[in-house]
């Protein structure tokens, strides 16, 4: 969150003005001393303090870190601060990447008694940039009677006690309020006041304070005392009396023999105040030998998994791990607890951290950021349809930050999934970054932040922001939320390309929760806009069913900023006014007290699509194009059917059917659905024939590990034209031109006789004109081997044969459209053995084991889909495959691109024609990466079974399986 907006209001100010008498301070900066203090376990970013340590000692450190980190704010640097039990008479502020905290078992046992503060004066009181730092488990008596925390998102503040007052934010250089934009409170004792003064939001949970002063937006409270009183919208306070289902964040602490050890404080329900304000907090102790400690310079992505699979806990010290595969926390109860906010970042298109569908795991303290190569999710808690219970011992997540861009300029799909059941989210910043590295619409790319799958989660303090679709999508039963802070995205770039449900609804609401769900409750909901670049509107802030389970509590709409013209319509579902101005006051603010149900839910089904069109564009490939269907909530997607067949589905109105048989005809009919699972119905059918062989061969090569690049460049990156994605394009960026052309390198010599560049999608961004070339070495060209003119989105190029391992395509022609390809394919031969692919229609598949990624996905034609063993390569695992009558064949393919290092390590093939007799195996070997293919004298047979024969930490995991004549 960079753009922050606050509106000065007189009775602030003179709150302000009435309570302060301040002198600037300032601090000096020296040589961070090396001691003893940072010789721990915890390598060289953790220092340890003892009451021993001179008071100058630690001064010197703290204030030396702090002149380094005021305003360092996309550092690598990581600090964490541990203060033993005992008294310290020091004095220093918290800057980024800090995180300060007490080793006693109790608040109390740490007393920082001159002063523990965070200001904004490097950006001239302004704090809402004072991200990523932290302090918990210690008692603050500050000198002058106040301790000032003016931070924003992604800074909580935990078990604390603070023996005077409290302010959350900081003034400029002409004492005005600064703009601040937290926070995060819980488990925290204030024997004074707490001063917002300018903070926009606020949430605190399990605490308590003298008095609350006052609220600007959105202050939200549970399960805390001494809440303070009046009627939201103003002021805007919402207070819920019990806190439902908690368990507090472990943190790390020493015993009494001096010992590390890791605190795990016990699931609670319906509570109320500090869990420490009658003696220790309940839970249990685990001692540090139970942890691998996981230190930058030295922890891999394998040593971390192999300690997880032996048992251990796993404590991340500060520092980034660059990461080459998913970190996998498959046992129940296991803790992962970061200090000095490590930063895990995956580097090669995978998630960061997956977790089984266990008990009792605990993950706290970490930031995820997102790499260079798309993930499909940061964070998975459960594989796709996880279905155990886990009321009694549900997972907990505490203090998570995802994001993408701002330090590195990454992507991802989706920030955090959520597939089990009764998880516990406790502080979350999702953030798509609005300034920094790669902070551009089609750069750092993340279509949802948050996606919760499975039933009875309950969240606290969410802020989630920045997205460019929903910024979150609830589709389980029995959720709650309390506290949402939710900037939408600031760079669409127009109103067409940001238009949910199938293009019929302006924007994407923040809160999202689907169609189909009848329980969902949440309270304190803020949600703002600053559309920068264009005159955008969003329909509706909120969007949920209309049914009696769902209620809203409490919902504020913003206007911070934007171009004039940009607009938040409604808040709920078409209801609360719009915000489009800051002024008057009504045009800035909107809110909706309380939101409830009352339908019936959604059982309209969307109307039919209409003008179905399909077209053969080689002997293996037909692609469909219809006119849009609608609904009165809106078209979610349709489905394709091919021979009466379920095929698959497609967001958009096109879809391209691959693996086709030659010289075939293909009847086809769509249907329209929508989120509450209604179906129109079916289509008219049209029917296509796939063209015959030709001497250019009648496969697609297998594209896995090319590489494209092109002049020009735009946010359409060029690897869009080989990820199998019809949703993803590759542009200029700029209008057709002569000269402009894309470079593909196949890694190896291949012969071949034809090229499809296929728009679909974008249908007037052919090439006017076109000439391509071949090479061997990537710079001596020749001469063209084809050229010619563009008609339509689909263009087919047919030319002599040629043997050659780069392929040039040079735009000739001129047009103000870009030009555009969403997949580029090449044609001809392998040479690996085996004939045209057997058609898989109604082929069924079963494995063992099994999991949320289902066998039917091998099968379904759609690479953004996978089967997986979802647990560990070990061997036995197996799949079958009945091609339901016996074929001859000869050849079989495992595709696993997109989940690249989950390729079988080893494997055995059998054939059988009654699927209990399988003989000796035909073929066997060993992958060496994510494309498999196996040769074998040729067969008759109906089923075919593949048994995994090696180990690895990895899943093993198969997008798509073909078979070969």
Do not use: C
């Not at 304190?524 to 005159?535: E, H, K, P, T």
């Not at 001129?814 to 109604?842: C, F, H, K, P």
């Not at 495959?881 to 050849?891: E, I, L, P, R, T």
């Amino acid at each position: 969150m960079n753009m922050k907006r606050f509106v000065s209001s007189i009775s602030i100010l003179a709150i302000v003005l009435g309570l302060y008498s301040v002198n600037p301070a300032a601090t000096e900066a020296a040589d961070v001393e090396v001691t003893a203090a940072n010789s721990s376990i915890f390598g060289p970013n953790v220092y340890v303090f003892d009451p021993s340590t001179p008071v100058a000692e630690i001064n010197n450190i703290t204030n030396t870190v702090f002149s380094q980190m005021e305003s360092n704010e996309f550092s690598s640097n990581r600090y964490a601060f541990l203060f033993k039990p005992g008294s310290y008479n020091v004095n220093f502020n918290v800057g980024f990447y800090t995180h300060v905290a007490g080793l006693g078992q109790n608040p109390s046992d740490v007393n920082i008694t001159g002063g523990l503060n965070v200001n904004a004066d490097w950006d001239n009181g302004n704090a809402t940039r004072n991200f990523w730092r932290a302090i918990e488990n210690l008692s603050i008596t500050p000198s002058s009677g106040k301790t000032q925390i003016a931070v924003s998102q992604a800074a909580p503040l935990r078990r604390l006690h603070i023996k005077g007052e409290l302010d959350l934010f900081d003034f400029d250089n002409n004492w005005n309020a600064g703009w601040a934009s937290g926070g995060f409170l819980a488990d925290s004792m204030v024997d004074g006041i707490v001063v917002p003064a300018s903070q926009q939001q606020w949430f605190s949970r399990n605490s308590q304070w003298a008095n609350w002063n006052n609220g600007v937006w959105n202050m939200v409270f549970v399960g805390s005392n001494n809440t303070p009183t009046g009627q939201f919208p103003d002021p805007p306070y919402t207070v819920v009396d019990r806190t439902p289902v908690i368990r507090e964040k472990p943190y790390l602490y020493v015993n009494q023999a001096g010992q590390y050890q890791v605190f795990v404080p016990s699931l609670q329900t319906n509570s109320k105040g500090v869990s420490w304000a009658n003696g220790s907090t309940p839970g249990q102790s685990i001692s540090i030998d139970q942890f691998y400690i996981a230190q930058p310079g030295t922890a891999t992505a394998a040593s971390i998994n192999s300690a997880l699979s032996q048992g251990k806990h796993l404590l991340f010290t500060p520092g980034n791990y660059h990461l080459n595969d998913t970190i996998r926390v498959n046992n129940p109860n296991t803790v992962v607890l970061g200090i000095g906010l490590p930063t895990l970042i995956p580097d090669n298109g995978k998630a960061a951290m997956s977790v089984a569908d266990v008990d009792g795991v605990k993950i706290a303290g970490l930031v995820l950021d997102a790499g260079p190569q798309e993930s499909p999710v940061m964070l998975e808690i459960g594989p796709n349809g996880s279905s155990g219970l886990h009321a009694a011992n549900p997972t907990s997540l505490h203090d998570i930050t995802v994001r993408t861009g701002g330090a590195t300029s990454g992507k991802y799909d989706k920030g955090i999934v959520i597939n089990s059941h009764n998880v516990i989210g406790d502080h979350f910043w999702i953030w798509r970054a609005d300034h920094g590295a790669g902070a551009a619409w089609n750069t750092n790319v993340s279509k949802n932040g948050l996606v919760v799958n499975g039933n009875n989660v309950t969240l606290y303090g969410l802020f989630n922001e920045h997205h460019n679709e929903y910024q979150t999508v609830w589709n389980g039963n029995g959720g709650r939320l309390y506290f949402y802070q939710s900037e939408i995205p600031y760079d669409v770039p127009n109103q067409p390309s940001w238009m949910s449900k199938n293009g019929s609804v302006n924007g994407f609401a923040s809160y999202k929760v689907a169609d189909h769900v009848t329980s969902h409750e949440a309270w304190g909901l803020g949600v703002y806009s600053y559309f920068r670049d264009a005159a955008v509107k969003l329909q509706s802030a909120i969007e949920v069913p209309n049914v009696p389970g769902v209620k809203i509590h409490h919902a504020t709409t913003i206007w911070l900023n934007g171009v004039p013209g940009s607009e938040i319509t409604h808040v709920i579902n078409n209801t609360g006014g719009k915000v489009y101005a800051n002024s008057p006051a009504e045009a800035m603010r909107q809110t909706v007290v309380e939101y409830a149900g009352s339908g019936s839910g959604d059982t309209t089904a969307p109307t039919v699509p209409g003008n179905l069109a399909a077209a053969a564009v080689s002997s293996s490939q037909i692609n469909l194009s219809w006119t849009a269907a609608t609904d009165n909530m809106g078209v979610t997607g349709y489905d394709i059917y091919r021979n009466g067949v379920l095929v698959g589905s497609a967001a958009q109105t096109s879809y391209a059917d691959y693996g086709l048989a030659a010289a075939t005809t293909y009847q086809y009919a769509v249907r329209a659905k929508d989120a509450a699972g209604n179906l129109s119905d079916y289509s008219s059918t049209v029917t296509a024939v796939t063209a015959p062989d030709s001497g250019g061969g009648s496969l697609p090569l297998n594209r896995s590990g090319w590489t494209v690049i092109s002049s020009p460049t735009s946010g359409d990156v060029p690897e869009y034209m080989l990820d199998g994605n019809m949703s993803t394009r590759w542009s200029t960026g700029a209008a057709m031109a002569p000269g402009q052309y894309i470079v593909m390198d196949m890694k190896a010599a291949k012969s071949f006789g034809k090229i499809v560049m296929d728009s679909t999608g974008s249908n007037e961004d052919y090439a006017r004109g076109y000439e391509v070339y071949v090479s061997n070495d990537g710079t001596n060209w020749g001469n063209a081997v084809s050229s010619g003119s563009g008609n339509g989105p689909v263009i087919t190029v047919n030319f002599a044969n040629q043997n050659a391992r780069y392929i040039k395509i040079v735009q000739t022609g001129t047009a103000s459209s870009w030009w555009s390809i969403t997949e580029l394919n090449v044609y001809g031969s392998e040479n690996t053995g085996g004939g045209a692919a057997l058609d898989r229609t109604t082929w069924t598949a079963a494995s063992t084991p099994s999991s949320g990624d289902i066998p039917a996905n091998l099968l379904d034609g759609n690479m953004s889909t996978r089967w997986s063993t979802g647990a560990a390569m070990a061997p036995g695992q197996y799949f079958v495959v009945d091609m339901k009558s016996a074929k001859s064949f000869s050849k079989i393919v495992m595709d696993s691109t997109g989940s690249d290092e989950d390729y079988a390590r080893g494997y055995e093939v059998y054939v059988s024609n009654d699927g209990t007799s399988w003989g000796n195996a035909v073929s066997s070997g060993s992958g060496n990466g994510p494309v498999i293919t196996v040769n074998f004298a040729s067969q008759n047979a109906r089923y075919i079974k593949v048994v995994q024969t090696g180990t690895a930490s990895n899943w093993w995991s198969v997008r798509e399986f073909n078979v070969f004549q």
